[in-house]
């Protein structure tokens, strides 16, 4: 495993070691590296001769000052992880200067709608501030595949079209999401949760997998409702949204149609911390 934080010296670096055959891959994160995280980046050595994972708390893509704050940053101990699985990693986590120069602003994009429903109507400009870093790293390091999580599906159906749109031919790879052993979705914002919350948090899995049971026989508007009622007796969880929506478009299901695959997407404070989470309903 090789550390870099230099956008020059990891070029060079890169150039050195490209071969004729053999792809690379690339896993971009925001550390607080979790099994999650491990999940994509044994996906992406399985497929690739060699890759890049970074390692990069983007600022454009926060919309809250407080959150981007208190958004964990444990780089040793990432590395500390990556470490043993493979020499064919090279870890890129470069300062905020080293992408951005003076500028910290996000380009301006147009998704056909994906990025303004749910994380993108709750979190204002987010999807802004990911495809701008996410188009930054595949210009700078011009993968042939990218590995990005279910968790975050929204995210997943954006970069996919970022990725149709740009000239590089990046592969965009989804990959399951992967749970603590209640249920709960992994996430780097999991360790922000006390014990405690962190056990009552497998609620969230448990009323998504009670959607997926009532999708076969009860309308949207019904399932809706059950999930507020769960959430409304919990003193310290708060619901943001839950929807029932297409998984191409990300519209909401209105009435169900023959041939449309739906998730449930929810989103929920418990002890102030933001979780998401999303279910494959049929
Ligand atoms: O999913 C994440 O961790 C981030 O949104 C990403 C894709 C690394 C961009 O900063």
């Given at each position: 495993?090789?550390?870099?934080?230099?956008?020059?010296?990891?070029?060079?670096?890169?150039?050195?070691?490209?071969?004729?055959?053999?792809?690379?891959?690339?896993?971009?994160?925001?550390?607080?590296?979790?099994?999650?995280?491990?999940?994509?980046?044994?996906?992406?050595?399985?497929?690739?001769?060699?890759?890049?994972?970074?390692?990069?708390?983007?600022?454009?893509?926060?919309?809250?000052?407080?959150?981007?704050?208190?958004?964990?940053?444990?780089?040793?101990?990432?590395l500390?992880?990556?470490?043993?699985?493979?020499?064919?990693?090279?870890v890129?986590?470069?300062?905020?200067?080293?992408?951005?120069?003076?500028?910290?602003?996000?380009?301006?994009?147009?998704?056909?709608?994906?990025?303004?429903?749910?994380?993108?109507?709750?979190?204002?400009?987010?999807?802004?501030?990911?495809?701008?870093?996410?188009?930054?790293?595949?210009?700078?390091?011009?993968?042939?595949?990218?590995?990005?999580?279910?968790?975050?599906?929204?995210q997943?159906?954006?970069?996919?079209?970022?990725?149709?749109?740009?000239?590089?031919?990046?592969?965009?790879?989804?990959?399951?999401?992967?749970?603590?052993?209640?249920?709960?979705?992994?996430?780097?914002?999991?360790?922000?949760?006390?014990?405690?919350?962190?056990?009552?948090?497998?609620?969230?899995?448990?009323?998504?997998?009670?959607?997926?049971?009532?999708f076969?026989?009860?309308?949207?508007?019904?399932?809706?409702?059950?999930?507020?009622?769960?959430?409304?007796?919990?003193?310290?969880?708060?619901?943001?949204?839950?929807?029932?929506?297409?998984?191409?478009?990300?519209?909401?299901?209105?009435?169900?149609?023959?041939?449309?695959?739906?998730r449930?997407?929810?989103?929920?404070?418990?002890?102030g911390?933001?979780?998401?989470d999303?279910?494959?309903?049929?």
């Amino acid at each position: 495993m090789k550390l870099i934080s230099d956008k020059k010296e990891l070029l060079s670096h890169l150039n050195s070691k490209k071969v004729e055959s053999g792809t690379l891959g690339l896993v971009p994160t925001m550390g607080a590296l979790h099994e999650g995280h491990l999940s994509l980046v044994q996906k992406a050595l399985a497929e690739n001769e060699r890759i890049v994972v970074t390692i990069f708390v983007n600022p454009t893509q926060f919309n809250n000052t407080e959150d981007l704050k208190k958004y964990p940053k444990t780089l040793k101990a990432d590395l500390a992880l990556l470490e043993g699985l493979s020499e064919n990693i090279t870890v890129f986590a470069p300062a905020v200067e080293e992408l951005y120069n003076e500028d910290i602003v996000s380009k301006q994009y147009s998704f056909d709608g994906l990025d303004k429903v749910m994380e993108g109507e709750f979190r204002g400009g987010h999807f802004n501030g990911v495809a701008t870093i996410v188009e930054m790293l595949f210009d700078l390091i011009r993968p042939d595949k990218a590995y990005f999580g279910e968790k975050d599906f929204q995210q997943l159906q954006v970069v996919t079209r970022l990725s149709e749109s740009l000239p590089f031919k990046v592969e965009v790879i989804g990959c399951p999401i992967v749970r603590e052993t209640n249920g709960l979705a992994m996430s780097s914002r999991n360790s922000l949760l006390s014990e405690q919350m962190r056990m009552k948090a497998g609620l969230i899995y448990r009323t998504l997998k009670e959607v997926k049971r009532m999708f076969g026989t009860e309308n949207a508007t019904t399932i809706s409702e059950y999930v507020s009622r769960v959430f409304a007796s919990e003193q310290d969880m708060k619901l943001e949204y839950f929807q029932i929506a297409d998984v191409q478009t990300l519209t909401p299901m209105i009435r169900k149609q023959k041939n449309r695959k739906y998730r449930g997407f929810i989103a929920v404070y418990a002890e102030g911390v933001r979780l998401i989470d999303n279910i494959a309903v049929n």
